[in-house]
């Protein structure tokens, strides 16, 4: 399949993908490492052939069935606030997508699990980390606002779709000292929170990091 071709356009262009991180930079993300490995990511073969050629702009673009795979600004915000306490062993993403973020995720923790609730995206963010060697992400086509009990407690959380409120699913499948980053509102915009575990206790302490803008996280399972 063509767009899952690795030497495309973005491989090339190495120059491309470090205007890339120097944007990211400029915009206040300093976790080296997180931005070593957006650097090494070949985001283009995470779209559809024809917006391949857009894959190393800073800007949300669409992945089919009215979803987006995230601005890289967002996956870097997202992934060094989850980081942010310490490195995290488990973590469980909610919203697959087109894989991206999860694969980013991948190279940084030892277990990534994955879910995502509209089946082909799923299939297809499955070839793509296949075909990156990324064995250590494991995916379930389910409904994430119930997490992934069986597989919990998480030392992190991120969700890449907002809900109008945080899903107590999702706190209770913090370990101790567990971090969630979410997006939270309804609307267009919503806030960006990092929602931490008080040790192990059941309370949780909320930061506001800023605006943004993602889909909602809907109920249910398509096929
Ligand atoms: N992390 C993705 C972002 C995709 S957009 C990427 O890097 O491409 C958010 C995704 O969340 C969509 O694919 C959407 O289908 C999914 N989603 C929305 N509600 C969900 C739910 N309840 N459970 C699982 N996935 C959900």
């Known amino acids: 399949m063509a767009e899952l071709n690795l030497d495309g356009i973005?491989?090339?262009s190495r120059r491309?993908?470090?205007?890339?991180?120097?944007?990211?930079?400029?915009?206040?993300?300093?976790?080296?490492?997180?931005?070593?490995?957006?650097?090494?990511?070949?985001?283009?073969?995470?779209?559809d052939?024809?917006?391949?050629?857009?894959?190393?702009?800073?800007s949300a673009l669409p992945i089919g069935y009215n979803q987006t795979l995230s601005q890289p600004y967002i996956v870097a915000r997202m992934t060094e606030a989850l980081l942010s306490l310490g490195p995290r062993k488990k973590v469980l993403e909610i919203g697959t997508g087109s894989g991206y973020q999860t694969a980013?995720?991948?190279?940084?923790?030892?277990?990534?699990?994955?879910?995502?609730?509209?089946?082909?995206?799923?299939?297809?963010?499955?070839s793509r980390l296949k075909l990156l060697g990324l064995?250590?992400?494991?995916?379930?086509?389910?409904?994430?606002?119930?997490?992934?009990?069986?597989?919990?407690?998480?030392?992190?959380?991120?969700?890449t779709a907002a809900p109008r409120v945080v899903p107590q699913d999702l706190l209770n499948q913090l370990a101790p000292n567990g971090m969630l980053v979410i997006p939270?509102?309804?609307?267009?915009?919503q806030q960006l929170q990092m929602i931490t575990r008080d040790g192990d206790s059941d309370s949780f302490t909320t930061a506001v990091l800023?605006?943004?803008?993602?889909?909602?996280?809907?109920?249910?399972?398509?096929?």
Not at 49 to 58: K, P, S, T
Request: proline share 4%; charged share 25%.
């Open 135 to 159: 064995r250590n992400a494991f995916l379930k086509h389910a409904d994430g606002t119930l997490g992934w009990p069986e597989k919990g407690p998480f030392d992190g959380i991120i969700s």
């Open 16 to 47: 491309t993908r470090e205007r890339l991180i120097q944007r990211l930079m400029d915009q206040g993300i300093s976790n080296f490492h997180v931005l070593d490995i957006i650097c090494n990511t070949p985001r283009h073969i995470f779209l």
């Open 184 to 189: 939270v509102g309804m609307g267009d915009v």
């Open 49 to 58: 052939e024809a917006l391949a050629h857009r894959a190393y702009e800073d």
């Open 210 to 223: 800023e605006e943004v803008r993602f889909v909602p996280l809907v109920s249910g399972t398509m096929s």
């Open 104 to 126: 980013i995720l991948a190279q940084l923790i030892d277990q990534v699990f994955s879910v995502e609730r509209i089946e082909p995206l799923q299939e297809l963010a499955r």
């Open 10 to 12: 973005g491989m090339t």
